[in-house]
């Protein structure tokens, strides 16, 4: 499969921890990287790698992979986290980028 | 700090030519991919296609037959062309410089990649 997979949406009390997943072949081999995108803006770079962070990013924000899934998890979360998520990594033949459909997180 | 600006023309007709440049400021333009992404309204991300220094490409499968994406080092740029636009099309575009390396183990290695400096983003809408 070629594909990218993620929930559609997750709620979460505030202070509590979410975890977002994304499924597909290619995380076997390629580490998914992770985004935020909040309304009206480009997406932000928050996990990629085994669980590497850019400058910037809380430790609260963390990523892990297992098999062919790959998860980020935001502990303590707080209002700012409510946005919607992406997963991405490169397919198997490495030539191609794959975007996971979004998952919208929503903070109660 | 890397910088992305991007511009173009937002206001196509069906049939015609969609057209944007990005622009690299302050940092190397070699080592990196450079891709396209963009974001229909209400929806998720799509990739379009990227390129490197040096011109190699790589396409999304499903737009490959329209898609042209070049590059100019000379002024730190990178552009994509995209043929016979339709209402489909219409979206948010964005560029990104996009990076990755390898992580092994004593047995096998894990290959990353990441988008870590966005434009931000050109809107372009497809109607008659």
């Known amino acids: 499969s070629s594909e990218l997979t993620q929930d559609p949406a997750v709620s979460v009390a505030l202070g509590q921890t979410v975890k977002i997943t994304c499924q597909g072949d290619s995380l076997r081999i390629f580490y998914a990287s992770w985004y935020q995108q909040k309304p009206g803006q480009a997406p932000v770079l928050v996990i990629y790698g085994e669980n590497m962070r850019p400058s910037g990013i809380p430790d609260r924000i963390s990523g892990s992979r297992t098999g062919n899934t790959a998860s980020l998890t935001i502990a303590g979360v707080q209002a700012e986290d409510e946005a919607d998520y992406y997963c991405n990594s490169r397919d198997r033949t490495g030539s191609h980028l794959l975007f996971g459909g979004g998952t ?3 903070v109660l | 700090q890397v910088q ?3 511009w173009g023309a937002g206001l196509l007709k069906p049939s015609e030519t969609l057209s944007l440049t990005c622009a690299v400021y ?4 070699s ?6 992404i963009r974001q229909p309204p209400g929806k998720g991300l799509e990739w ?3 390129i490197n220094n040096i011109g190699s490409t790589n396409y999304n499968p499903s737009l490959t037959s329209r898609l042209n994406i070049s590059v100019d080092t000379s002024k730190n740029q990178f552009s994509l062309k995209l043929r016979s636009v339709t209402a489909a099309d219409t979206a948010v575009y964005y560029c990104a410089r996009h990076g990755g390396g390898e992580d092994c183990g004593s047995t096998s290695c894990s290959f990353y990649s990441y988008m870590d400096v966005w434009g931000r983003g050109t809107t372009v ?3 008659s």
Do not use: A, D, R
């Open chain 2, 48 to 50: 379009i296609g990227e």
């Open chain 2, 26 to 29: 302050g940092g190397s333009f």
């Open chain 2, 125 to 127: 809408s497809v109607s």
């Open chain 2, 4 to 6: 992305l600006q991007q």
């Open chain 2, 31 to 36: 080592g990196y991919y450079w891709s396209w």
């Open chain 1, 104 to 106: 919208k997180v929503t």
